[in-house]
């Protein structure tokens, strides 16, 4: 923009070490799609493109010009005006853009940007998708244009499931980073899903066949955590009495997700390094190096770049372990998915307890979706499966599903297992004076209690 200071200069994907390592991974994984792929730079230059996504009346060989993406994909000689793709750059919380894909949208095709940073952390390129295009006639002159169908909403994939925009965007980015080699860092709350995006890209990959450990970096002391990832000798320490391999020898040719990666010290992180980076390990104890062929998808809850910045995680790792970031949205920000993921839990749960099919009433729904889910879809899948153990008849009704509708985000732990304790001994006991059509006395030997303990819940819960 005229009379604007000029943005200080940021490397380019083909000299900064990081950017290089993550195209050459999109390089991998683009070249073979019929998906239109490209990544550009803060110019708006083309960068890459793989061959579907360069427009087929351009007239160009392989070698590509230096164009700018307007030339390239708009043919225009013109900058297109403001684009949506430049909050990528304007803004590093985000995560992605979708472009419109009605009467709005950009004159290039564009449906997705996603952000893509250097070794300092700062957006200097981006991926983009684009949506499909129709094959020109060869008389250009007489083509009839087309309209592009609408584009398909998928479901689920794999275990995943859900219909939301984020969730639409996982499922293209999982399909594109599947085959690749490359190291995938996925980032979210507690309770996203994140080892079901990893499982997922695993049985999309070509690895598929070969083994997929899981190993949970929060819950293993260190002094156990290198021993059980990497192995050791005979001798290494007091108790190993015989040499043992670790789970990154047992993984080779599939692949190792490292969950909580962000709760290891900064001397596992140096060992990891080398397996990441070269292929080789050390047993603990041991000399001989071992190579392996293991790829890492690794993730965190927490923020590696402000870990990076106090210093208590590896730079170089991170940048390592980060080629192909994901990002899983909290399932606050996607409240269309949860009528879509409650009636799946509920008809898993039914099938699981031995149940017959049970319904969510509208009401019940509706507290659902305005809950406040701090757990996420690992606590709502956990609600329906309480409510379907804890209550009877053809539906769930509201009055146990409206309580994480109360629940803060920082509510205490031990506070949510009393109340859903006490949720479940009050539909117990209501269910067991039902079932004895009021008698007290029948009631309590049902519930295998004393008739003085049941008066005193029944005052507890305040049951009349």
């Known amino acids: 923009m005229a009379g604007s200071q000029p943005d200080p200069p940021h490397p380019s994907p083909l000299t ?18 019929s998906d239109r792929v490209a990544v550009m730079d803060r110019e708006f230059n083309v960068v890459y493109a793989n061959e579907a996504a360069w427009a087929v009346d351009q007239g160009w060989t392989t070698q590509r010009p230096r164009a700018k993406c307007y030339e390239a994909f708009a043919q225009r000689t013109d900058p297109c005006g403001t684009c949506p793709a430049i909050k990528v750059f304007e803004a590093p919380e985000v995560q992605s853009v979708s472009c419109s894909s009605g009467g709005d949208g950009t004159a290039c095709g564009m449906r997705q940007a996603f952000p893509l940073s250097d070794r300092q952390g700062a957006v200097a390129s981006m ?49 594109l980073v599947a085959d690749s080699q490359a190291t995938v860092l996925i980032q979210g709350e507690s309770g996203t899903g994140k080892e079901l995006v990893a499982k997922t890209i695993h049985r999309l990959s070509r690895r598929r066949d070969k083994p997929f450990i899981v190993v949970d970096c929060g819950s293993v002391p260190e002094t156990l955590l290198e021993s059980e990832l990497f192995g050791h000798i ?18 080779d040719g599939g692949t190792m ?33 071992i190579k392996v062929d293991v790829r890492v998808i690794s993730a965190t809850n927490k923020d590696l770049t402000e870990l990076v910045k106090a210093k208590v995680f590896r730079q170089d790792l991170y940048y390592r372990l980060a080629v192909l970031p994901l990002y899983l949205s909290p399932l606050r920000e996607r409240r269309e998915d949860i009528p879509f993921l409650a009636e799946h839990f509920l008809a898993w749960s039914c099938k699981r307890h031995r149940q017959p099919l049970r319904r969510i009433t509208d009401e019940a729904m509706q507290a659902l979706r305005e809950a406040a889910w701090p757990g996420n879809v690992r606590e709502l899948q ?7 153990v804890t209550t009877t008849g053809p539906t769930l009704p509201c009055e146990n599903l409206v309580v994480p509708a109360r629940m803060a985000e920082d509510e205490d732990l031990r506070s949510s ?24 006395v029948q009631a309590a030997r049902l519930l295998k209690i004393s008739r003085a303990s049941l008066y005193n819940k029944l005052r507890l819960h305040s049951i009349e």
């Not at 900064?16 to 799609?33: C, F, M, N, S, W």
């Not at 005979?234 to 993984?251: M, N, P």
């Open 16 to 33: 900064d070490p990081i950017l290089a390592a993550r195209l050459e991974a999109i390089k991998q994984v683009a070249e073979g799609l």
């Open 127 to 175: 991926l983009v998708l684009f949506k499909p295009v129709s094959k020109p006639s060869a008389h250009p002159a007489t083509q009839v244009p087309e309209e592009l169908p609408p584009p398909i909403v998928r479901e689920r994939l794999g275990e995943l499931i859900g219909r939301s925009p984020a969730m639409q965007q996982l499922f293209d980015m999982i399909a």
């Open 234 to 251: 005979k001798g290494a320490f007091t108790g190993a009495v015989t040499s043992k391999r670790g789970l990154f020898e047992e993984a």
């Open 257 to 289: 997700f490292l969950d909580e990666i962000g709760d290891t010290s900064p001397t596992f992180q140096a060992k990891l390094l080398r397996v990441v980076q070269e292929g080789e390990l050390k047993r603990v104890g041991g000399n001989h190096r």
């Open 382 to 388: 956990h609600y329906i499966e309480r409510t379907v």
């Open 417 to 440: 297992v009393r109340e859903a304790v006490s949720q479940a001994e009050r539909a117990r006991i209501v269910d067991a004076l039902t079932r004895t059509g009021g008698n007290r």
